[in-house]
């Protein structure tokens, strides 16, 4: 499917997500793209987008797309002066604590959560003085200030490698519950949990699996491990979002279902048109609030800087810089 009467760049843009943006759809999303494209140059920026974020974002104006271990990563690389954050708050702290002579915006300040808002620095105080002497291993989804009272962070992609790298016999393990019990199921290490969750993950049941299975026979089913533990005892294989599309990439199974955030499918499916992807599908309204608009606007005004206090920066770097050295 192509527009063939839009002038270049446009039609060669348009021909990535031609496959999950309707034809109909895409005139809404051109004037912001290319209005994008010429702010990222003039403001010497670039865009991290995460796997959660439309295809219009994801596919036609990051220049980095992943996971929060992927964008943490190379939000460490790079000499561009902007970041722009296409993903929610956390990741926007972690790219400025990794960058922190950058400016780094997020198109919408109030994009948060549900993991992130579970746990406070008093938290973390209250778990070491119950569980003295246990190592607190943080997901990367909370904010600055949790890290920072953290010993090390983790994402989903390296959980059970940073829980074991320790070297310890119990560790406390925050905010995610099913993450942490997920982990435990891999693992000798004891893990205590906190009782965060993931709204978009804690959606999806055992039932929901079983009934998928049956309405598309031979679909290969693919859990992200914020899922519930039986949700993933359903699988056939859990991972973060990168470790599915390694998986796609790798099995090219005939059907596919990524039990995820829903434009995971959408971004996936353009670089494996021979895979079938049923949807299951559950929407982050975090993610959702990044839109072409939003990123244009932060460009034009850069409005959205984050800042994170210096005290709180030096020890939250110290936990994502020890988890990253792994
Ligand atoms: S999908 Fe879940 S963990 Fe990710 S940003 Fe949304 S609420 Fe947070």
């Given at each position: 499917m192509a527009i063939l009467d839009l002038p270049k760049p446009?039609?060669?843009?348009?021909?990535?997500?031609?496959?999950v943006i309707p034809p109909f759809e895409w005139p809404a999303f051109e004037a912001d793209i290319e209005?994008?494209?010429?702010?990222?140059?003039?403001?010497?920026?670039?865009?991290?987008?995460?796997?959660?974020?439309?295809?219009?974002?994801?596919?036609c104006v990051a220049d980095v797309v992943g996971d929060s271990l992927a964008l943490a990563r190379e939000a460490a690389k790079g000499d561009a002066r902007v970041i722009v954050m296409a993903g929610v708050h956390f990741m926007a702290e972690t790219a400025k604590l990794l960058n922190p002579s950058k400016t780094v915006v997020i198109p919408d300040a109030d994009a948060g959560c549900s993991l992130?808002?579970?746990?406070?620095?008093?938290?973390i105080r209250l778990l070491r003085e119950a569980y003295p002497g246990a190592p607190v291993v943080t997901y990367v989804n909370t904010s600055a200030?949790?890290?920072?009272?953290?010993d090390i962070c983790c994402t989903s992609a390296n959980a059970v490698r940073v829980v074991e790298s320790l070297g310890v016999p119990r560790v406390v393990m925050t905010p995610d519950e099913y993450l942490a019990k997920n982990v435990?199921?891999?693992?000798?290490?004891?893990?205590?949990?906190?009782?965060?969750?993931?709204?978009?993950?804690?959606?999806?049941?055992?039932?929901?699996?079983?009934?998928?299975?049956?309405?598309?026979?031979?679909?290969?089913?693919?859990?992200h491990p914020e899922c519930p533990p039986e949700v993933v005892a359903e699988a056939d294989f859990a991972g973060s979002t990168a470790d599915m599309i390694g998986y796609v990439g790798a099995k090219r199974p005939a059907r596919v279902a990524l039990v995820t955030e829903c434009s995971m499918s959408d971004n996936v499916s353009v670089h494996?048109?021979?895979?079938?992807?049923?949807?299951?599908?559950?929407?982050?309204?975090?993610?959702?609030?990044?839109?072409l608009g939003k990123i244009r606007h932060a460009l034009e005004t850069m409005e959205g800087e984050v800042t994170i206090d210096p005290s709180i920066a030096a020890p939250a770097r110290?936990?994502?810089?020890?988890?990253?050295?792994?």
């Open positions: 446009a039609a060669q843009l348009y021909e990535r997500v031609s496959r209005a994008i494209l010429e702010l990222k140059r003039e403001r010497d920026a670039i865009i991290l987008a995460h796997n959660y974020q439309s295809p219009e974002i994801f596919h992130a808002e579970s746990i406070a620095p008093e938290d200030a949790v890290k920072a009272a953290s435990a199921a891999q693992t000798k290490v004891e893990i205590v949990a906190w009782r965060g969750r993931c709204e978009v993950h804690e959606q999806f049941t055992a039932a929901d699996i079983r009934e998928l299975r049956e309405a598309y026979p031979g679909a290969v089913v693919l859990a494996y048109p021979d895979v079938e992807f049923v949807r299951p599908c559950a929407l982050c309204p975090h993610m959702k609030r990044i839109t110290r936990a994502v810089e020890r988890m990253l050295a792994l």
